[in-house]
């Protein structure tokens, strides 16, 4: 079978969201906000960018931090993240 840890960490933060975009299954989503605390930068705005996608805006709390992320890509996935949840 697939083994996602052989990936690249943002690898499989966008494979997982492809998995649960095809299954219909949003607690991925939930399950994704512990990568929003990440120490790379590629895996929080990849986990915002995910979370954007699959959430409801339940989870804006959870991502809105990265708003003021020291990195200007986190910063830009979590805007875009933000509108998607409807914030």
């Given at each position: 079978?697939?083994?996602?840890?052989?990936?690249?960490?943002?690898?499989?933060?966008?494979?997982?969201?492809?998995?649960?975009?095809?299954?219909?299954?949003?607690s991925?989503?939930?399950?994704?906000?512990?990568?929003?605390?990440?120490?790379?930068?590629?895996?929080?705005?990849?986990?915002?960018?995910?979370?954007?996608?699959l959430?409801?805006?339940?989870?804006?709390?959870?991502?809105?931090?990265?708003?003021?992320?020291?990195?200007?890509?986190?910063?830009?996935?979590?805007?875009?993240?933000?509108?998607?949840?409807?914030?």
């Amino acid at each position: 079978g697939l083994q996602t840890c052989a990936l690249p960490i943002s690898k499989a933060v966008a494979f997982a969201c492809r998995a649960s975009a095809a299954t219909q299954w949003k607690s991925n989503a939930v399950n994704m906000r512990y990568l929003l605390s990440h120490s790379s930068p590629e895996v929080r705005s990849s986990a915002a960018l995910a979370i954007g996608e699959l959430a409801g805006p339940a989870m804006g709390p959870a991502v809105r931090p990265l708003l003021q992320d020291a990195d200007a890509s986190v910063r830009s996935a979590a805007e875009i993240a933000m509108k998607k949840l409807g914030w």
